[in-house]
């Protein structure tokens, strides 16, 4: 989970051209299993951005949940166990409401990182302007067209943290202590 941290994400949209490629390691073994019989284009297109970015951001997400969830009280598993829930609805009313501000802090940075990802579209995805990034570097570096760009990541910006802003506000009753205090009432 971590090793995307440890590599350059410059390198590892590199690597990914190597794995998706139309001589890649995917495709090489679609056609030596016999599924295809040429080579499935899969580099350039949003399927590659897609698939680079979800290595890159993946364990932003993973540690996330994974620090919410070593934050619940096992008392109130075992309370809920004790109670006559079986694995099921203990998951499902206990520990998914506990680990609920995990998932939304995992799917705010996502959400972040994602949004204003530049390499990762440049390299996997179609030549020219794809993603709104790539659209923003060629107005700077490729037409000099500094008043647009500029705009353009200014937009970005204010999309951007709008999206966070309603995103939080929205679903900060979700978690915390609400959840907590609700469980607490819930187990008196």
Same mark, same amino acid.
């Given at each position: 989970? $971590? ?7 410059? +390198?590892?949209?590199?690597?990914? #051209?190597?794995?998706?490629?139309? *001589?890649?390691?995917?495709? /090489? ?8 019989? *040429?080579?499935?284009?899969?580099? =350039? ?23 919410? #969830? ?15 829930? /079986?694995? $099921?609805?203990?998951?499902? %009313?206990? *520990?998914?409401? #506990?680990?609920?501000?995990? =998932? @939304? ?5 996502? =959400?972040?990182?994602? +949004? ?18 790539? #659209?923003?570097?060629?107005? %700077?570096?490729?037409?000099? /067209? ?10 970005? @910006? ?5 999206? +966070? =802003?309603?995103?939080?506000?929205? %679903? ?17």
């Amino acid at each position: 989970v $971590l090793s995307p941290l440890l590599v350059s994400i410059v +390198v590892s949209s590199y690597g990914w #051209l190597v794995i998706l490629g139309n *001589t890649g390691v995917i495709n /090489n073994a679609l056609i030596w299993l016999g599924i295809v019989e *040429t080579p499935v284009k899969i580099m =350039f297109t949003d399927i590659a951005i897609v698939i680079g970015l979800s290595h890159i951001v993946l364990p932003f997400m993973v540690l996330s949940i994974l620090a919410a #969830l070593e934050r619940i009280d096992l008392a109130y598993l075992e309370a809920a166990k004790t109670l006559g829930a /079986n694995d $099921l609805w203990t998951a499902w %009313f206990v *520990t998914l409401p #506990l680990a609920l501000p995990g =998932f @939304l802090a995992g799917t705010t940075i996502v =959400f972040s990182l994602a +949004v204003s990802a530049y390499v990762t579209p440049a390299v996997l995805g179609a030549s020219g302007p794809n993603f709104i990034t790539t #659209l923003i570097f060629q107005q %700077f570096t490729s037409l000099f /067209n500094w008043p647009l760009g500029a705009a353009i990541a200014a937009m970005l @910006l204010v999309v951007a943290l709008g999206i +966070v =802003f309603l995103y939080v506000r929205l %679903f900060s009753r979700y978690g915390g202590p609400a959840v907590h205090a609700q469980l607490a009432d819930a187990a008196k």
